[in-house]
């Protein structure tokens, strides 16, 4: 089994930083791609951003302000969230997907307001 534990979420004031990370632990196997989801209350789920061994893929709200990045020896993924607006209020959710299978954390709330 994968477990996904994340941290970083938290208080900002619009204009503000925050980085989130999320540790994979278990039997990873065939890794395809790790990633950021949200949710804010009233909507559904959605793709942030995107790693694979190739490519990243990012919401078209978050290009510019969002960056996430992996290290494949840590089992690591991060999102480092610049230029923060209320609109990215969410819980924030992390994935990871293998060939055969797909995971979540917990989720971490990001709340931004002044």
């Known amino acids: 089994q994968v477990q996904l534990v994340e941290s970083g979420g938290g208080l900002v004031q619009p204009g503000g930083s925050l980085k989130l990370s999320c540790v994979a632990s278990?039997?990873?196997?065939?890794?395809?791609?790790m990633g950021w989801y949200r949710q804010a209350p009233g909507n559904e789920r959605e793709l942030v951003a995107e790693?694979?061994?190739?490519?990243?893929n990012y919401h078209d709200s978050v290009k510019g302000r969002f960056t996430i990045s992996r290290d494949n020896a840590r089992n690591t993924v991060s999102l480092q969230m610049n230029s923060l607006k209320p609109e990215d209020t969410a819980v924030y959710y992390c994935?990871?997907?293998?060939?055969?299978?797909?995971?979540w954390g917990k989720g971490t709330l990001v709340t931004v307001s002044s």
């Open positions: 278990g039997n990873i196997f065939n890794l395809y791609s």
């Open positions: 790693i694979t061994s190739s490519r990243t």
């Open positions: 994935n990871l997907r293998t060939m055969r299978a797909e995971y």
